[in-house]
């Protein structure tokens, strides 16, 4: 059985090590895109079983991303969750209408993490 494939989204390099580190080495794939024009042009070519997106990213924002993810038919029902620093409730409602499974405020513990990972992929 293949690896789920896991598309971490962050602008902050030490973010992205540590969620690819934790998910690696919990047995998923994972890979890591800085920002949102990235992001999809890398969707056009890859397919993820899962997406962990920051919010708060230069340009185009985590839930303008999801909202691109979102129109594009292939991506549609693609479990999403979403990482943000603030933890305020107009983001999370924000971020709910667009479609989201998972909704962690930083610093999300790799337990926590892995814990939403899990309940939305099969276990590695």
Do not use: C
């Not at 998910?23 to 895109?33: D, H, I, R, W």
């Amino acid at each position: 059985m293949s690896k789920a494939k896991i598309l971490v989204v962050d602008d902050e390099p030490n973010n992205q090590r540590i969620l690819t580190y934790t998910l690696n080495k919990a047995g998923y794939e994972s890979t890591s895109v800085a920002d949102g024009e990235n992001t999809l042009r890398w969707l056009e070519v890859n397919t993820p079983d899962l997406a962990i997106l920051d919010v708060s990213m230069p340009g185009m924002d985590g839930i303008t991303l999801l909202q691109h993810i979102r129109a594009m038919p292939q991506y549609a029902h693609l479990p999403v969750i979403i990482l943000t620093g603030s933890g305020d409730d107009d983001e999370r409602i924000r971020a709910e209408k667009v479609g989201i499974q998972g909704f962690l405020t930083k610093p999300a513990s790799s337990k926590t993490v892995l814990e939403v990972v899990a309940s939305l992929l099969p276990s590695p």
